[in-house]
């Protein structure tokens, strides 16, 4: 066990900026192509020294309009003789999934919760949380690989699931093998198209042969079986990736009743329309549910308005297609990416000096282009999404928060991989109104659990915070919870976020993120 709190390292994944570089520049080397070759639960919950009782509430809130919830299986409330193992005392509960908003009383026992009551409830270890927020624990769909460094600032930021279904950069197998028992959150993911395009040696501009896409629908359907929840495309950085190619993976999505995730075809607000147009294309053709990634950096970005009515046409037509955004007015990826060919600059409406090479002060010019290019760094475009977009897009119902990223050892990273949350519940919720407290929540909690809970049945016991359902809590202070995280120091970690509790077990407090506690599970399918 290193001095971090992690066993020693076990071979990484494929770096993404290195995937990214493979095919951005047309070259693809053998040398990318490495694959990742009950978790323990070290630690146990802290014990108080007696039994107590949750102390009278302080602060009054309005009775819940609905009754506590609890899930339709779920084991009868224990009596009021029980003593349960934890007890979050007093706070504002709020249930996305049910309605539920108001204070009470949380019992856990082992990894579950087994008693949401309007009356105290007697516990081994008290936590008394009145003035706070007790939610479900946050789900990132739109994550990566749980590295050793990132995935601490997403406990930061209330994430209790981190679900990387932008696709995996590696094999399902190997994948679940190198992280379970490694890290404090749940993880899982989805397969990855530029990945598998990238292990057959195709350039960015190739298409596929059809042997070649049948065995990588093959593949797919390995790594579906073996727990992979979901595909994912992206083909602005692929374009050679075709509609056969898509069908012919998609083909296997439906069979298992997976959705199909999209880096849209183009960010280019003159072609916003038509990349929208192929994921519903694919959603019908393919009878697939489809959801569109970072809609404000890719498909909809100065064309919002349109682009959210078009969705909800195809929706009216029932096609099953959702969307989600991170809360920043800007995007940020590699400049060696297929994003950066062209007029740029007139497309995204910035120039050279608004491009700010991640985890640091400088900005990039006209003579440093390719050299920045050349080193791989991921640069952020300031600027680059109008903040009445990011607006729009929060309103719609069915739009829910996804980050987009994760902390890298080096931190040449995008500040959404540690602010994301923290920034909806404090920026777009308290500062600006923009969404109710209940909405947020949903949007990190019950939208995206519902989104692939199908295959991957796990699912349908986190998001809520029910009687009977997992014990992934996420408490915070809504008068202080903010991000804090910089293009120039995007490491910084959120604050404001107090306790965040995962399968019953306290992976933060108010002092700081708990190594030495990893109950994180892998989740995976189960068809």
Known sequence: MSSDGFPPPRPPAIDRRKLLLATAFGGTSIGLLRILGAPARPGSTPQSTSPTTSPT????????????????????????????????????????????????????????????????????????????????????????????????????????????????????????????????VHFGGAFHDQFTRLRRELDIDDDATPDQIATMAAEMEEDVLAGFGGINFSPEYTPGTDLDEILALVAVAARYDLTAFFHARYSDPDRNSEAVAEVIQVARQGGVSVHVEHVTSTGG?????????????????????T?????????????????????????????????????????????????????????????????????????????????????????????????????????????????????????????????????IPALRRKGRLQRGADADITIFDPATVADTATVANPGSPSTGVEWVLVAGQIVKRPDGVQRDVLPGQPLTTEL
């Open 323 to 455: 969307a989600c955004l991170y809360p920043y007015d800007f995007w940020a990826t590699n400049l060696a990416s297929n994003r950066f060919n062209g007029n740029w600059q007139e497309r995204f409406g910035i120039t050279y000096n608004d491009l700010q090479i991640g985890g640091s002060e400088t900005r990039v010019s006209e003579e440093t282009f390719v050299q920045v290019r050349d080193a791989g760094n991921l640069v952020a475009a300031l600027g680059s999404i109008p903040e009445e977009e990011v607006q729009l897009a929060l309103r719609e119902p069915w739009t829910f928060i996804g980050s987009d990223a994760i902390l890298e050892p080096d931190a040449n990273n995008h500040p959404r991989a540690s602010g994301t949350f923290s920034r909806v519940l404090g920026r777009y919720v308290r500062d600006l109104g923009v969404l109710t407290l209940p909405e947020a929540l949903a949007k990190m909690t019950i939208l995206p659990a519902r989104r692939i809970e199908t295959p």
């Open 301 to 321: 970005t100065h064309t919002m308005e349109a682009t959210l009515a078009q969705l909800n046409e195809a929706r009216s037509a029932g096609v099953d297609v």
């Open 57 to 184: 509430p302080t602060t009054a809130l309005s009775p819940p309009n609905v009754d506590p919830p609890a899930l339709a299986a779920a084991a009868s409330q224990p009596g009021t003789d029980h003593t349960y193992g934890i007890v979050l005392a007093g706070g504002r509960v709020i249930d996305p999934a049910s309605g539920f908003d108001g204070q009470a009383h949380v019992g856990i026992d082992g990894d579950r919760i087994t008693a949401i009551s309007l009356e105290p409830l007697t516990g081994n270890n008290q936590i008394d949380v009145t003035g706070l927020v007790v939610a479900p624990g946050f789900i990132d769909l739109l994550s990566y690989e749980p590295n050793e460094v990132g995935v601490w600032n997403k406990v930061a930021d209330g994430v209790t699931t981190n679900m990387a279904m932008h696709g995996l950069n590696a094999r399902a197998d190997n994948f679940f093998r190198d992280y379970t028992g490694r890290v404090p």
